[in-house]
């Protein structure tokens, strides 16, 4: 009965490579999110997408592509994967109502490149 | 842009003793939400209280609760009767009332000690 799932929880891969994570909300929320924690910590919002729509777009390279199909479900795909992508890619998704009650995570996908 | 500053890149607190956690922000904002976040080890993101700007009335959740100073812009989180199993990263984070984004501080490492 996980609220926000992601799989994988961890991926090593070389450079060059193209990978995708999955992510998929099972709360009925109409927001979903990607955000990247650096090796810092710093968590940084990617993207967002709001009923199937992207909402947020961020400075991000363009290797990296979310996908939609529904707004249960928010796919992260990352084109020639590069060095400094290593870091935890976490999902998130919310519920646009008056009353705000932040956003539910998932656990988090460790991408290593090497 | 909103930004959130944690000032205290690591605390440490006795078991059973209270710490308090500094965030202030920054906003031109009227209407806008507060946050604090728990990462354990585990990596997972855990919603531990919020706040609505609007309320003059601090928030308070079990052990946990938070000095809001509106003309300051500061929100703090108090953790009484420190436990092992508070030990984790602590998260402040901000979204404006008309924002999706969920903006984060860089966060506070919070050791606990027997």
């Known amino acids: 009965d996980t609220a926000v799932s992601q799989t994988p929880k961890y991926l090593v891969t070389q450079m060059g490579n193209d990978k995708s994570i999955k992510c998929e909300q099972n709360?009925?929320?109409?927001?979903m999110y990607w955000y990247k924690q650096d090796s810092k910590k710093f968590l940084k919002i990617m993207f967002s997408?709001?009923?199937?729509?992207?909402?947020i777009n961020e400075t991000v390279p363009n290797r990296f592509s979310p996908k939609s199909p529904d707004k249960a479900h928010l796919n992260l795909h990352i084109n020639s994967l590069e060095l400094g992508d290593s870091a935890v890619y976490f999902c998130?998704?919310?519920?646009?109502?008056?009353?705000?009650?932040?956003?539910?995570f998932g656990s988090g996908t460790r991408l290593t490149v090497v | 842009a909103q930004t959130v500053t944690q000032s205290q890149p690591e605390m440490s607190v006795q078991e059973a003793e209270t710490v308090t956690l500094s965030c202030t922000y920054d906003?031109?904002?009227?209407?806008?939400?507060l946050f604090w976040y728990k990462q354990p080890p585990s990596r997972q993101m855990i919603l531990v209280i919020r706040?609505?700007?609007?309320?003059?009335q601090n928030a308070t959740e079990n052990r946990f609760s938070v000095n809001f100073q509106k003309a300051a812009k500061s929100f703090s989180l108090k953790i009484s009767d420190s436990q092992l199993g508070d030990a984790a990263m602590y998260f402040c984070?901000?979204?404006?009332?008309?924002?999706?984004?969920?903006?984060f501080g860089k966060g506070t490492l919070l050791t606990v000690n027997p």
């Open positions: 998130a998704s919310s519920q646009e109502t008056v009353y705000n009650y932040g956003y539910t």
């Open positions: 709360l009925g929320h109409d927001t």
């Open positions: 997408y709001n009923n199937k729509e992207l909402i």
């Open positions: 906003t031109s904002e009227s209407d806008y939400y």
């Open positions: 706040q609505e700007a609007y309320k003059q």
């Open positions: 984070a901000y979204r404006g009332g008309s924002n999706y984004k969920l903006t």
